[in-house]
């Protein structure tokens, strides 16, 4: 049903019949063109970008907002690769700052969370040119284990690419291999932006973006979930963000293995693209909106909040956000050393929860696949 009443608002205003056009659509959950969603970019304010990507979000979602525990491992920060966003890598030789894990300390993490209500684990880091598909499959083996109740999302295109490679097999037999191993699904980085030359720009050396996007198929294919990520606010336009989003729209109309959509804002403290300012909250919250309009078939866009914040994660609540990640607990580096408030990321399920409730939203705890674990409206644990 279209909500005649923000629609009516909408078409009674000063905005340009261009901008009525557009909502005029949006309100009839007609998909956008990649011209509207750049025009959205170009020429929308903040206020009307909330009303149309609110409109979407309550349609899909109605007020709940997902969160779930989780933790990290990064089992190291030493890369091949050299991007030049990334605050995170060391190269081999470079001693200072790295660090990597064995598998009996990425085992003893997944032990320090014994009898504690966690339901994922999340595994990425540098590619390192040692930890190869076999150590990693068996790593996921013992991980399920020690917890088989555990949700294994591991690995993106960049690491997998790499891995796949080196051992010699294709991405299908690569992925089952792991899937057969216990992996769950995959997370969304490396997308960056899929425009050639950006990303040329930014991260020349590692895989390609129809690399990227074709891993993510196969993946769907053996019933292999996924994420998505895009880089922004950098040196890429409007217009490669909206075909970076159309990409992946394509992709989700083939599969429809997409879980969720996760916009990442470039932070520039010690990277190689540090003389870039960063994006405002303003353009972050247009963003997501226009994120939320544009992904018409993606259920959920997420505010990666380690990344971005308490308080723009919670006004992100009405730009179209609906999930923002979980507990965290400290095991992430990749954002804390590229400059993120967030220096020590960890909320416990009671703040998650009322941050969720100050924006005056539902706060619903999910497992990975968004199954609900605890409807929090109703708890009386935190009624
Ligand atoms: O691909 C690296 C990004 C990504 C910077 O799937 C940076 O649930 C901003 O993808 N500024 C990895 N971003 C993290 C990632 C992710 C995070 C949270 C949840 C999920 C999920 C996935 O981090 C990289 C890159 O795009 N990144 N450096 C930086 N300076
Ligand atoms: Fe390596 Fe990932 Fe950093 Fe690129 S973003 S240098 S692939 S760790």
Known sequence: MPNPSALDLILQSKISPKLKGIATKVFHKERLTS???ISL??????????????FVREEKQGDYTYFNRNFHIEPTNICVFDCKFCSYSRLLKQKDGSWELSEQQMLDIVRKYEG???TEVHIVGGVHPKMGLQFFADLIKKIKVLRPDLHVKAFTPVEMDYMFRKAKVTAREGLLLLKEHGLGSMPGGGAEIFDEEIRKEICEDKCTSEEWLSIHETAHGLGIPSNATMLYGHIEKYEHRIDHMLRLRTLQDKTGGFNTFIPLKFRNKDNQMSAIPESTVVEDLRNYAVSRI???NFDHIKAYWPMIGRTTTQLALNFGVDDIDGTIDDTTKIYTMAGSEEQNPAMSTEELISLIKQAGRHPIERDTLYKTVTDYKTSPLFA
């Open 35 to 37: 011209a509207e969603g």
């Open 116 to 118: 504690q209500p966690v």
């Open 41 to 54: 970019y170009k020429e929308a304010e903040l206020g009307f970008l909330g009303i149309l990507a609110n």
């Open 294 to 296: 544009f992904l018409d």
